[in-house]
């Protein structure tokens, strides 16, 4: 198992000096990069590489269709068919769909080679490139194979994401918003006064949410590598939005799902009496500017939501269990616990409420 403390590198415009530091750190070390097709045309494999030749496999399609077991073979084999060994160091380039299946990749490939992880969009910056989840869907359900391999690196250029479509870069920064509500205040209240610079893609601004993205959920990951209690609380938002998200078919993007995810947390603590004068306008607000749904859409019938809710992976006893705030930067805890029980009415009314 690859150690849980890694070297995480922040900067703008570092995409150049990354391959000589790969190499210094993993000295005579194949080097195989995993990335995909829009990556590719946005000239971000070029900078990686400066000219030099790599092993590499393009994803393509890129997206959640090719994070598939399929990809994941293809890959392994790529890298036997170049005599590859365990002296090999995967590099995944891209999104959280290439960090998820490069990983995965990673994790199974010889009993396990080391990853490094090199984000290029808000979300994978923020999320996915941190936290050692790795994995790939099956026919039925998402991340259905999977395993815990923690990277060796991550390196994270900011300046990458300035050729991110404008949706998925919006939808990316909601995972921000929630580090900011579970477990800093204070980043929140960033956020909240600094939003034209952020949506504006201000390389200040985007070191200043990187930095505390990787804090935030780095120090949650450390205090519960696999979950048992803490690390639930980086689930804030995702029971509703995991739900709304299958429900739309993936229609809407992840952050989106979550974004309803996270107005429904926040009408659940109004029903619980864990609320704060202003605390659920400010969270309205700033997802408002962000142009992300806080409803439900006008087609998605609610007893979906419900029914999907039944079927959450973590549900105990058919019903899943929520995390909530206490108070802006503060996740509920019951009984020493994160994830907690709210009944069906309670839930069942406020996604009627999502309308
Ligand atoms: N492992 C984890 O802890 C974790 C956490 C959250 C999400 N995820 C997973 O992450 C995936 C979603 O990640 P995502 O939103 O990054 O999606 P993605 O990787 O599919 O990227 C979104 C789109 O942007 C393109 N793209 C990526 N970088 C670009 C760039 N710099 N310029 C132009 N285009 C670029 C991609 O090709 C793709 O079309 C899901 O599969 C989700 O399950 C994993
Ligand atoms: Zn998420």
């Known amino acids: 198992m690859p150690e849980t403390h890694y070297t995480i590198v922040i900067g703008s415009g570092i995409l150049p000096s990354v391959w000589p530091q790969i190499k210094a750190a993993h000295g005579g070390f194949n080097r195989f990069v995993v990335t995909d097709e829009h990556v590719v045309a946005a000239g971000h494999l070029n900078t990686l590489l400066g000219g030099r030749p790599a092993s590499h496999f393009i994803i393509k399609p890129a997206g959640e269709v090719s994070k598939t077991i399929d990809t994941a073979v293809a890959i392994v084999e790529a890298m036997e068919k170049a005599y590859f060994g365990r002296d090999t160091v995967v590099i995944a380039l891209g999104g959280g769909t290439v960090g998820d299946i490069a990983g995965f990749a990673a994790a199974i490939f010889k009993r396990g080679v080391p990853i490094v992880h090199v984000p290029t969009t808000t979300l994978a910056q923020a999320d996915s490139a941190i936290g050692g989840k790795t994995g790939v869907d ?7 194979f999977g ?10 250029d900011i300046a ?3 050729t991110l479509d404008d949706r ?7 995972e921000s918003v929630k580090h900011g509500l579970i477990a800093d205040a204070g980043y929140f209240e960033f956020i909240e006064s600094h939003l034209d610079a952020v949506l504006a893609r201000d390389l200040d601004a985007l070191e200043t949410l990187a930095e505390h993205n990787c804090r935030i959920k780095g120090r949650v990951v450390e205090e ?3 979950e048992k209690n803490k690390r639930r609380i980086l ?3 995702h029971t ?3 739900a709304v998200e299958a429900a739309s078919g993936y229609e809407l993007l992840h952050g989106e799902a979550v974004a309803i995810g ?3 947390a926040g009408l659940i603590e109004g029903e619980l009496g864990l609320s704060e004068p202003g605390r659920s306008d400010r969270v309205r607000a700033v997802l408002e500017k962000l142009d992300v749904p806080t409803k439900l859409p006008a087609d998605m019938a609610e007893e979906m939501v419900i029914d999907l809710l039944r079927h959450d992976k973590k549900a105990v006893d058919r019903w899943p269990r929520f995390v909530l705030l206490d108070r802006l930067g503060q996740a509920h805890c019951e009984a020493g616990q994160y994830a907690v029980q709210v009944c069906r009415e309670i839930v069942e009314k406020v996604v009627r409420e999502l309308r």
């Open 224 to 226: 519960d590598p696999f």
């Open 147 to 156: 395993a815990f391999w923690h990277p060796a690196a991550v390196y994270i």
């Open 240 to 242: 509703i939005g995991h």
């Open 160 to 162: 990458t994401v300035a």
């Open 235 to 237: 689930n804030y938002g």
């Open 138 to 144: 099956s026919s039925a359900s998402k991340n259905a």
């Open 262 to 264: 996270i107005i429904a």
């Open 168 to 174: 998925q870069y919006r939808c990316g920064l909601v």
